[in-house]
């Protein structure tokens, strides 16, 4: 079948397939290396991309000013500077949240919920929040959870749940919806893992809970390169200035860049290690290969000098090993490369707070909509392809 084949090139093909096994055996190893490698690569890509693009969709603020009790007013004054693009104000503070023994295995608890109350959720355009179910914004005297950590409170939309106040007393809030807010985890220590449980109320609710109507935070977008950190420092120590203009003491300042994710930290960390395991398997695989070629060469050597007496170069009868690694190595690529490109849309992590591109959600060929204006969406192995389109 392969005679029209030049006698060196019929070799490899016959050394390919007269060990079924053993071929199927380095081909194996090459592509599960080839696999987990090209896996890691797409889901850090896609899960980059996406994070960063879904991050600038809120509009994040890149200056957060922690105060003392001030003037909600006072955000007029900040807005008028002209390396201001906007400004908005809101108060947070933390309570105690009950879970009763009904639905917390028998045990009663209290959590900690951090509460955050905008003077105007209508006209909320810093740190834009995504309405997951329920009612957006919440009345008076009602409280709106984001998704994090909200299993721990062991509640569900048209329940009540008890807020403890600070003097002791117990207040009931029926719970109106669930909304996912990116921006949690911005300022924290622990960034996002490590944030409370958070809720939502209006400005007019403060009272009833035992708060000032006034705002202990500040958030700031800034005119010009908002991906500058150095720029963005600089407007921070503006605005710092006019608070002390304003008689009015910071506690401190963060600063973070517009398409600076809380969790992109975390991604990066995780992606690293992975990466390393990752080229390790392809590292052992090598190993593999050189086994089977050093076993090859002892079975043949008969064959190699049948082709030197034929008067066959040492580097021809090198070029037709090299030959064969890589026709292995070939179909291993061909094997792992699709694989690798449609798993990690099965492995995409459900918990980092950002809003993954349309093609992503799909994960499942079939549950894309034929209306789909681009291939990836109806598979995900032609996904690369997709940003010509």
């Known amino acids: 079948m392969l005679n029209w084949l030049r006698p060196r090139w019929q070799k490899v093909f016959s050394d390919l397939w007269s060990n079924k096994v053993r071929s199927a055996l380095v081909i194996a190893s090459v592509a599960i290396g080839v696999f987990a490698v090209g896996m890691i690569i797409s889901v850090h890509g896609y899960l980059s991309t996406d994070m960063r693009s879904s991050y600038e969709q809120i509009s994040p603020a890149q200056v957060n000013v922690f105060a003392p009790n001030f003037d909600p007013d006072f955000v007029d004054t900040i807005k008028r500077m002209p390396e201001i693009e906007d400004a908005e104000v809101a108060r947070t503070f933390t309570l105690r949240l009950h879970v009763p023994p009904d639905k917390n295995n028998g045990a009663d608890s209290w959590i900690t919920i951090r509460l955050k109350a905008v003077p105007n959720f209508q006209k909320m355009n810093i740190n834009k929040v995504k309405l997951l179910s329920g009612q957006w914004p919440p009345r008076d005297k009602e409280i709106v959870f984001d998704q994090h950590k909200y299993i721990d409170a062991q509640t569900k939309i048209g329940e009540k749940v008890e807020i403890k106040l600070p ?35 209006t400005f007019d609710t403060l009272t009833w809970l ?40 910071i506690n401190y300042f963060y600063v973070r860049a517009n398409n600076d994710h809380p969790n992109a930290i975390y991604v990066n960390a995780m992606s690293g290690t992975l990466f390393i395991l990752g080229f390790l398997v392809v590292f052992l695989s090598g190993f593999l290969i050189t086994n089977t070629l050093s076993a090859l060469l002892n079975q043949q050597m008969e064959q190699i000098g049948i082709i030197k007496t034929l008067g066959g170069r040492n580097i021809q009868i090198m070029v037709i090993y090299m030959i064969l690694i890589l026709v292995y190595s070939l179909i291993a690529l061909a094997l792992a490369l699709p694989l690798s490109l449609t798993a990690c ?25 034929s209306s789909s204006p681009c291939w990836c969406r109806r598979w995900p192995v032609f996904s690369p392809f997709c940003a010509v389109h």
């Open 167 to 201: 003097d002791g007393k117990i207040k009931h809030m029926p719970v109106v919806g669930l909304i996912q807010d990116e921006s949690i985890g911005v300022t924290g220590s622990g960034g996002y893992f490590t944030a409370d449980l958070q809720g939502y109320v």
């Open 345 to 369: 849309f099965f492995f995409w992590p459900p918990k980092l707070i950002f809003n993954p591109r349309d093609f992503v959600k799909c994960r499942s060929p079939l549950s894309c909509k």
């Open 210 to 249: 035992q708060q000032p109507e006034q705002a202990n935070l500040l958030y700031v977008r800034v005119n010009g390169d908002n991906n500058n950190e150095s720029h963005i420092f600089d407007v921070a120590r503006l605005v710092s200035k006019k608070f002390e203009d304003n008689n009015t003491p």
